[in-house]
């Protein structure tokens, strides 16, 4: 009798120190294993049926650890571990274990003490760690070997995770709602905040600098004459003496502080309504993955007492185990094998998260709809400028850029003085959008230069872009009925580097005297350096860039230059392509578009600042 009454004094106590402890902590220390046994089913009855589930999910993950064994593993790898241990001691066969003691206490160690120690660490940690590390990861043996129905438990644990998941889809999406609702309220009240801040009394502001830790008593008998050994009162009643007589100091802190906590609160409002609208955007994948990686977590809770019952810990190759390996100690062989299994369990633990969280990709991700949609407006709406501008190339209207007209006047200007033409397309690389539109005008150019009859010089900066070039003038000297007459000499390199280039183009301005230079495509510094050199010379320049940095030098030393945008005009305006055509003119549309959309979402945030659907239109992941 007296036996069952402690019993059941047992199983009371062991009940109320499980009620206040964590959700995920679940062993009670019970001295009697009658009362292990009522009390685990008490536990497994208090537990919800999501924690019941998390627990069957670690329970299935150590059932896959305690079935795996590391025996081919071990066959394979320890002979190799073996082998490098003994090439070691081959080559230093007094080394003494001591050294690693006396390195840790940071004791001097002498010449052939330093030498085996750097070769003991390279052994244990470049050789030994890192062939296991290898094996363990490498594709064919994947995170360890493992069969193929333990690789299918690991997802059959996971999917139990995931099917939970989905079956609360209905619960997710009304707790995301009441979520965002509660950050929405919490934004509004900022604004309020906002607004009573900005009302905010001087005499307040005199309290925030009595309170402030930077503004302590020994800072205001500096800063305001004001004797640090009063009492608070007594300097609240000078301070409210400087402010009545109008002491700059006081009222400039006022004014100071005033904007600081003003700035404060508004960055804390902008911050909190960005949080919100990205939080409004969650999609349910998302709350699929961040459910999912709640789950995992309350698995891994489950986790962690078994972790314990099994003596689980880090992989590690220690020096006591190279020294059982070197002595052929039988024990050695046993902990190389649990070393194996703690390696092991890390992959195991590793490969069922990324299972549970990143495993399955939707076929058709919802969020991404907008995309889908305005790819194929994109796509319509090219096809029909494409063909409308084919069907009518010479009929449609691009507006006519001065310095264009210039150019069939440079060019014969070159050809009335007997003297070459220089063109030149920056330092952009030929996958710039401005080397591309050089390169086209670069070919109507040399069109004009074969039809008067003068010379043309091409120096480049990149091999490939004078590969380009090469071609654009020989197409242009084709197009206009001379071949013949175009010099491949003319079109050269001369130097990758900014400079450099710059110098040489320079160097034949100068020399050549051209009676014409165009200057087209991308430029950094050297604009101004090129385009002296050209005004020196007494050429004609025609310039055109989109780098605004470099416009006003261009300007300044140029006659005529082309400014932004009218670069690329320029090139479908010359060459009449119709793919050129139609990318100005989608420009056009995309200008157009984007300017309604501006003009509609500032009307919709000032009649509410908390319509998004234009944001999260346009918006994708």
């Not at 999406?173 to 906002?194: G, I, T």
């Not at 009545?244 to 960055?267: F, M, P, T, V």
């Not at 299994?341 to 495993?359: E, N, T």
């Not at 005297?513 to 200057?519: N, S, W």
Request: overall charge negative; aromatic content about 12%.
């Amino acid at each position: 009798m007296r036996s069952i009454f402690k019993h059941i004094i047992l199983l009371a106590l062991a009940i109320s120190v499980y009620a206040q402890q964590a959700p995920d902590s679940i062993s009670v220390s019970v001295p009697s294993a009658d009362s292990v046994i009522v009390n685990t089913e008490t536990l497994a009855a208090v537990l919800s049926d999501e924690e019941k589930l998390c627990k069957e999910v670690a329970e299935d993950i150590m059932k896959i650890y305690d079935s795996w064994s590391p025996e081919r593993d071990y066959k394979i790898l320890y002979p190799r571990v073996k082998d490098f241990v003994e090439d070691f001691f081959s080559q230093y066969p007094d080394f003494d274990f001591g050294v690693i003691q006396k390195d840790k206490l940071g004791e001097k160690l002498n010449d052939f003490e330093q030498r085996s120690f750097v070769a003991f660490k390279g052994t244990k940690n470049d050789k030994i760690f890192e062939e296991i590390s290898r094996f363990i990861t490498t594709k064919d043996f994947y995170w360890g070997y493992i069969s193929k129905e333990l690789d299918e438990s690991i997802y059959k644990a996971a999917d139990k995770l995931k099917k939970y998941t989905l079956s609360r889809k209905d619960t997710l999406l009304v707790d995301q709602a009441k979520y965002v609702e509660s950050l929405l309220l919490d934004s509004r009240k900022f604004d309020r905040q906002l607004d009573s801040i900005k009302a905010i009394s001087d005499e307040k502001v005199i309290d925030d600098l009595l309170a402030d830790e930077n503004y302590n008593n020994e800072m205001m008998s500096i800063e305001f004459k004001i004797d640090s050994a009063k009492t608070k009162p007594e300097v609240q009643s000078v301070l409210e003496q400087l402010y009545r007589d109008k002491d700059q100091r006081i009222l400039g802190y006022i004014a100071s502080k005033r904007k600081e906590l003003i700035e404060n609160k508004r960055a804390e409002k902008i911050a909190a309504k960005d949080w919100w609208v990205e939080e409004k955007r969650q999609t349910i994948f998302d709350l699929y993955e961040l459910e999912n990686a709640r789950l995992s977590d309350l698995v891994y809770g489950f986790i962690t007492p078994l972790e314990e019952e099994r003596s689980i810990t880090s992989f590690d190759i220690n020096d006591e185990l190279i020294k059982a390996i070197h002595n052929n100690d039988p024990k050695a062989e046993e902990e190389f094998k649990l070393q194996l299994k703690h390696k092991f369990y890390s992959g195991l633990v590793g490969a069922f998260g990324s299972a549970v969280i990143y495993d399955e990709v939707p076929v058709f991700r919802t969020f991404r709809t907008n995309v889908l949609v305005g790819t194929f407006l994109f796509m319509i709406l090219f096809f029909y400028i494409f063909i409308k501008v084919k069907r009518n190339r010479e009929k449609l209207f691009i507006r006519r850029i001065p310095g264009l007209d210039a150019i069939d006047d440079a060019v014969g200007r070159a050809t009335e003085m007997g003297k070459p033409v220089v063109y030149d397309c920056g330092i952009g690389y030929y996958t710039q959008i401005d080397t591309i539109a050089s390169m086209l005008i670069l070919r109507s150019v040399a069109k004009k230069v074969a039809e008067f009859k003068a010379e043309i010089y091409v120096p480049t900066c990149d091999p490939i872009i004078m590969q380009i070039s090469e071609e654009m003038v020989a197409s242009g000297f084709l197009d206009a009925g001379y071949p013949e007459d175009h010099k491949k000499d003319n079109i050269f390199f001369l130097a990758a580097d900014q400079f450099a280039f710059a110098a040489g183009v320079a160097g034949i301005l100068s020399r050549k005297k051209p009676a014409t230079a165009f200057h087209f495509g991308y430029y950094a510094a050297e604009s101004l350096l090129i385009s002296e050199a050209g005004f020196a010379a007494g050429a004609i320049q025609v310039a055109g860039t989109t780098a605004v940095a470099q416009l006003p030098f261009f300007i300044t030393a140029c006659d005529y230059t082309l400014i932004g945008e009218e670069l690329y005009a320029a090139a479908a305006y010359i060459s009449r392509d119709a793919q050129i055509m139609t990318n100005l003119k989608l420009s056009d549309f995309a200008k157009v578009t984007i300017g309604f959309l501006f003009i509609i979402g500032t009307i919709v945030m000032t009649i509410n600042s908390e319509w998004t659907f234009l944001q999260d239109l346009l918006f994708t992941r």
